[in-house]
């Protein structure tokens, strides 16, 4: 059974970074792709970034692209997120996710199987 861990979520003032990490309990070389999701209260759980794990393509929902930026490091079995210039409304739970077989779909929730407990990322304005 796979299992992903976060961390790094926080409190952080709106302009903000934060560095969220999910760690693997497998080796990720096994995993297709790997992503981010996070989801707002009253919300429904929304896109954020994914990874192709072997070729390293990155793919984003528009309202982060060039804030946020995913990452993964084969060796520590462990994808990033970096999230900068962040905003009161980017206060959510985020949640890792990831797949082992292929997908042409990075972006819905329905294209992962394995999935995190999320970690809180709150941004004050």
């Known amino acids: 059974q796979v299992q992903l861990v976060e961390s790094g979520g926080g409190l952080v003032q709106a302009g903000g970074s934060l560095r969220l990490s999910c760690a693997a309990s497998e080796r990720t070389f096994s995993f297709y792709a790997m992503g981010w999701f996070r989801q707002a209260p009253g919300k429904e759980r929304e896109f954020v970034a994914a990874?192709?794990?072997?070729?390293?393509?990155?793919y984003y929902a528009d309202s982060m692209k060039g804030r946020f930026a995913i990452s993964r490091d084969n060796a520590k079995n462990t994808v990033y997120l970096q999230m900068n210039n962040l905003k009161p409304e980017d206060t959510a739970v985020y949640y890792c996710?990831?797949?082992?077989?292929?997908?042409?779909?990075?972006?819905?929730?329905?294209?992962?199987?394995?999935w995190g407990q999320g970690t809180q990322v709150t941004v004050s304005s």
């Open positions: 996710a990831a797949r082992t077989g292929y997908t042409n779909n990075y972006y819905s929730r329905a294209s992962y199987p394995y």
């Open positions: 990874i192709r794990w072997s070729l390293g393509s990155t």
